[in-house]
C-alpha cells in the first residue's frame, strides 16, 4: 500500500472548518483513501472514504485532487469533540489490513 | 452500522500470568480479524491478521508464541498474551472487516505489574 504523509498537528477553532490535508503520491489506480480518527484511549473511528470522487457523509468531506496524488478531510464545523488524531490510510478496497502512519493531531480549541 | 466488542476493556495482571482478550464481532461475520498495539503517544502498530479456521499471519517482529490467536468463529477472535511482562504493557486494539471497511473495537488497556 501507498504511504502517506501527514501534518504532525494542527489546531482549529470550535464552529470553523478544518481542512487536514494528506499525500499520498504513490498512489495505485485501484487504492483508495480512507480516513479515520481516533479519540484519546479508545478505538479507531471510520471517517469517510473514495477513490477519485469527492465524497461527503454525515461526518465530513473527502476531496481528491485530480491526479490523486493528495487529498483533504474537511470537518465543516468542529467541535470540541472533534480533536483527536486523523489518520489518513491509502489501500485496496476490502481485505487488506490497514497500516497506520504517525496521524495529524486535531486540536480543536474554543 | 458494524459493531465490534472487545473484552475486557482494561486488565491489570502479574508478571508471568497470560491474559485473553476476546474481539467479537456483533452483527456481522467476518472472516479477517486484525490485532493492534499501541503505546502511548505513538500510532497503531498491526500486530497479526486472525484468519478464521487457519493459523494468524504475524507481521515481522512479533513473537506468534508470545502472543497466540485464535479465530475460531466468524464473530470471534482472541489474543492471548502469554507469561505476561511489564513490557507487554499497552492498549491492544482489534478490528474486523465487513462490506463497509474496517471496524475497531473499543481497545484493552493491558497493565502488567
Known amino acids: 500500500d501507498a504511504k502517506t504523509t501527514q501534518p504532525t498537528s494542527m489546531d482549529c477553532a470550535e464552529g470553523r472548518a478544518a481542512n487536514l490535508p494528506c499525500n499520498h503520491s504513490?498512489?495505485?489506480?485501484?487504492?483508495?483513501v480512507y480516513w479515520y480518527r481516533q479519540i484519546h484511549s479508545q478505538g479507531p473511528q471510520y471517517i469517510i472514504h473514495?477513490?477519485?470522487n469527492n465524497e461527503t457523509n454525515e461526518m465530513a468531506s473527502l476531496i481528491i485532487t485530480e491526479d490523486r496524488k493528495s487529498s483533504t478531510l474537511i470537518l465543516p464545523h468542529a467541535t470540541l469533540r472533534d480533536t483527536a488524531v486523523y489518520y489518513c490510510?491509502?489501500?485496496?478496497?476490502?481485505?487488506?489490513?490497514?497500516?497506520f502512519g504517525a496521524g495529524t493531531i486535531l486540536r480543536v480549541k474554543s | 452500522g458494524a459493531v465490534v466488542s472487545q473484552h475486557p476493556s482494561r486488565v491489570i495482571c502479574k508478571s508471568g500470568t497470560s491474559v485473553k482478550i476476546e474481539c467479537r464481532s456483533l452483527?456481522?461475520?467476518?472472516?479477517?480479524m486484525f490485532w493492534y498495539r499501541q503505546f502511548p503517544k505513538k500510532s497503531l502498530m498491526l500486530m497479526a491478521t486472525?484468519?478464521?479456521?487457519?493459523?494468524?499471519?504475524?507481521e515481522q517482529g512479533v513473537e506468534k508464541d508470545k502472543f497466540l490467536i485464535n479465530h475460531a468463529s466468524l464473530t470471534l477472535s482472541t489474543l492471548t498474551v502469554t507469561s505476561a511482562h511489564p513490557e507487554d504493557s499497552s492498549f491492544y486494539i482489534c478490528?474486523?472487516?465487513?462490506?463497509?471497511?474496517?471496524?475497531f473495537g473499543s481497545g484493552t488497556r493491558l497493565t502488567v505489574v
Open positions: 473514495g477513490l477519485k
Open positions: 504513490t498512489i495505485s489506480g485501484n487504492e483508495y
Open positions: 478490528s474486523a472487516g465487513d462490506n463497509y471497511g474496517y471496524t
Open positions: 490510510i491509502v489501500r485496496v478496497q476490502y481485505g487488506n489490513k490497514l497500516v
Open positions: 452483527d456481522f461475520q467476518a472472516t479477517t
Open positions: 486472525s484468519n478464521e479456521g487457519s493459523k494468524a499471519t504475524y
